[in-house]
């Protein structure tokens, strides 16, 4: 059975950095894409960034381009979204998202091609 866990949420001020971190447990792991979606209050969940198996291969969302980077440690079956110059509208709910089994279309920025997901850690920015 694979479990995802995520950690390292926090309240941060404005233009602040936060590193989350994405525990994945389980057979095969290391060969899963991974990916992080955020939920705010009132508003549908959203994909931030994605990663494929060997890290060579990235995405990214429009709103988070040159301030988040995503990054995996396959020897740790880890995952991790560094977060830099964080804004109050980042503020959300982050869900860790694994794929077990790729898709004929495989849009790594779509949360139905995710197999196994977090209980999410809580962002929140101050102004």
């Known amino acids: 059975q694979v479990q995802v866990a995520e950690s390292g949420g926090r309240l941060v001020q404005a233009g602040g950095s936060l590193r989350l971190s994405c525990a994945a447990s389980g057979p095969y792991v290391a060969a899963y894409s991974m990916g992080w979606f955020r939920q705010a209050p009132g508003k549908e969940r959203e994909f931030v960034a994605a990663?494929?198996?060997?890290?060579?291969?990235?995405h990214y969302a429009d709103a988070v381009k040159g301030r988040f980077t995503i990054s995996r440690d396959n020897t740790k079956n880890a995952v991790y979204l560094q977060m830099n110059d964080l804004k109050p509208e980042d503020t959300a709910v982050y869900y860790c998202?694994?794929?077990?089994?790729?898709?004929?279309?495989?849009?790594?920025?779509?949360?139905?091609?995710?197999?196994?997901w977090g209980q999410g850690t809580q962002v929140t920015v101050s102004s």
């Open positions: 998202a694994a794929q077990g089994m790729p898709r004929p279309q495989n849009d790594l920025t779509s949360g139905e091609v995710y197999d196994y």
């Open positions: 990663i494929d198996w060997s890290g060579g291969t990235t």
